[in-house]
T-cell receptor, first 110, second 120 residues
């Protein structure tokens, strides 16, 4: 089993719709969780950290479910510019080492 | 925000040659830098963790003699792919961690733009 698993997609979503995807992780000792966004052939950029209480940043909401060991990302009122690959990232330990999911590709259509 | 640069952005070389990739933190000091490799349609794979002034820690399956890492200063880490072969062709990305550890914001890594290596 991979340490971090994501549905690769692609998710084809009409503009304005709400889309959500999950990511599961296997290491129950993981403490830090992140969503990164990666555009084609570019470096990944931090979208948001995921806190135990969940967090919201504009149209984006991230949730953590420790019992079931998954994190989720919800995008409301999707824009064409949201088209990208969303990477779920989990820390391995306190030494910053991050384990990356393979990413979920999102395509927003007009 | 923190900026990380990589040089070169793209390199094409012949099989058997060595290629050096530089990773620099431009406006901050990074005690820890990471090197990742990304093959098409796959996630980033951590190759090694580089701490300034000490030997790099390599992930299982990554040959330390083939991928030489030097972290000589708090702002520079280099990755040298020795005797490159076509299967080494990949996108190599470095990142730098900010802070001294212990708080959530120090988990943030800032990524370089990546280096695309093509070995003929």
């Amino acid at each position: 089993r991979k340490e971090v698993e994501q549905d690769p997609g692609p998710f084809n979503v009409p503009e304005g719709a709400t889309v959500a995807f999950n990511c599961t992780y296997s290491n129950s000792a993981s403490q830090s969780f992140f969503w990164y966004r990666q555009d084609c052939r570019k470096e990944p950029k931090l979208l948001m950290s995921v806190y135990s209480s969940g967090n919201e940043d504009g149209r984006f909401t991230a949730q953590l479910n420790r019992a079931s060991q998954y994190i989720s990302l919800l995008i409301r009122d999707s824009k064409l510019s949201d088209s990208a690959t969303y990477l779920c990232v989990v820390n391995r330990d306190s030494n910053y080492q991050l384990i990356w999911g393979a990413g979920t590709k999102l395509i927003i259509k007009p | 925000g923190a900026v990380v640069s990589q040089h070169p952005s793209r390199v094409i070389c012949k099989s058997g040659t060595s290629v050096k990739i530089e990773c620099r933190s431009l406006d901050f000091q990074a005690t820890t830098m990471f090197w990742y490799r990304q093959f098409p349609k796959q996630s980033l794979m951590l190759m090694a963790t580089s701490n300034e002034g000490s030997k790099a820690t390599y992930e299982q399956g990554v040959e330390k003699d083939k991928f030489l890492i030097n972290h000589a200063s708090l702002t520079l880490s280099t990755l040298t792919v020795t005797s490159a072969h076509p299967e080494d062709s990949s996108f190599y990305i470095c990142s730098a961690a900010v802070g001294s550890g212990g708080s959530s914001d120090t988990d943030t890594q800032y990524f370089g733009p990546g280096t695309r290596l093509t070995v003929l």
